[in-house]
């Protein structure tokens, strides 16, 4: 079985044995996960056409592929992708609140009612005044309660759309003030949540000021999950479109990634090829999140030889690069079953390509 070295595709032929394959074995695969007494969670496990990771101290057994299903659930587009997804061996679905993604979640309720004890479901909202874009706010007590309250308010809302009873985690969306983070208003109502059943982890999700962000997430140990936008040449500021350039690239990265791994915090990589997709969205979707039209290859100085001769091609080499590089998993906004095909074998063979 082998990848065109231009694209990196999968062969489509190759692609249905796989599919075929990971079907079949799919009863096996559960019920021996399922049998052994780890302490972890296991669900749909399909080793034959996707890798697992534990995801910090979830202890959740996660796809190193994670299905970000926000934009390309914008309008139901993207929907007749999510059987193949589980089919594939993908777990871990993120969401959005559906006032900014336009439905997706009302999309994604009648999968998620169908799969629900077979994967895992996140989805988030913003800690309004947390957002940060422009000049840093003064963040006030009285701002952290109103957040507070909207935050809980929209993850009620995110229930009822989803048609679930609970979500695995609800992350505060694109977080970009880390006075915001330490707000123990805000960890309250988390907790308040948790302990209603209504989820079972928190995380923060940034666009904007991760360095600091996650910095914030390490001295308050209350973050179980951080979904960072990160690229092979470091932070990627997505607000901006810019380079947060003063902490380096992703290799200059690894003491603070490791320092959240230490305490258990997951990381989950998104973006990673966001700035060099031309035409990454389609639809609704495009309108929100329009193209950056910078050179695939911008990346290409940060990789060793091992990953240049793989044959991935641009967009697969940034996600086994993240793989390699301190993210546990990333997280994919797939539009078409080609980028799915493609992003599939990245997350799969990453672990070949360590240089």
């Not at 231009?6 to 190759?14: F, V």
């Not at 350039?245 to 990381?267: C, F, N």
Request: charge should be negative.
């Amino acid at each position: 079985m082998g990848i065109d070295q231009q694209s990196g595709e999968l062969n489509r032929r190759d692609f249905m044995k796989v599919s075929a394959a990971a079907a079949g074995a799919t009863a096996l695969a559960g019920t021996t996960a399922r049998a052994e007494d780890d302490g972890l969670i296991h669900r749909n496990e399909r080793p034959e056409s996707m890798a697992y990771t534990k995801l910090g101290r979830t202890n959740f057994m996660c796809s190193k592929l994670v299905f970000g299903c926000g934009a390309a659930l914008m309008g139901g587009r993207a929907v007749r992708m999510l059987e193949r997804s589980f089919e594939q061996g993908v777990n871990h679905y993120d969401i959005g609140y559906d006032d900014y993604y336009k439905g997706s979640e009302k999309s994604f309720k009648e999968f998620a009612q169908k799969h629900r004890d077979e994967i895992w479901i996140t989805s988030k909202a913003p800690a309004r005044a947390g957002i940060g874009m422009g000049k840093l706010p003064d963040y006030t007590v009285e701002m952290a309660k109103a957040d507070a309250v909207s935050w809980t308010t929209e993850l009620d809302k995110s229930l009822v759309n989803l048609g679930v009873e609970y979500v695995d985690a609800y992350y505060l969306m694109m977080i970009g003030v880390p006075a915001a983070m330490r707000a123990e208003e805000l960890h309250n109502a988390f907790i308040k949540a948790r302990d209603a059943g209504k989820v079972k982890h928190w995380g923060f999700s940034t666009h904007l000021r991760a360095h600091e962000c996650l910095e914030a997430a390490i001295e308050t140990n209350w973050y179980d999950l951080a979904m960072v936008a990160i690229t092979p040449a470091g932070w990627y500021d997505t607000v901006n479109t810019k380079f947060v350039s003063e902490h380096g690239t992703m290799k200059q990265l690894q003491p603070i990634l490791a320092k959240a791994r230490e305490l258990g915090i997951g990381l989950v990589g998104m973006k990673g090829a966001r700035h060099i997709a031309t035409n990454p969205y389609e639809g609704l979707a495009a309108q929100v999140f329009p193209a950056t039209g910078v050179s695939p290859s911008m990346y290409d100085a940060e990789y060793g030889k091992s990953l240049m001769e793989s044959g991935l091609n641009p967009f697969q080499r940034s996600y086994a690069f993240l793989l390699n590089n301190g993210m546990d998993v990333v997280n994919s906004d797939m539009q078409n079953f080609k980028h799915f095909e493609e992003n599939i074998i990245a997350a799969r063979d990453a672990h070949k390509y360590l240089a």
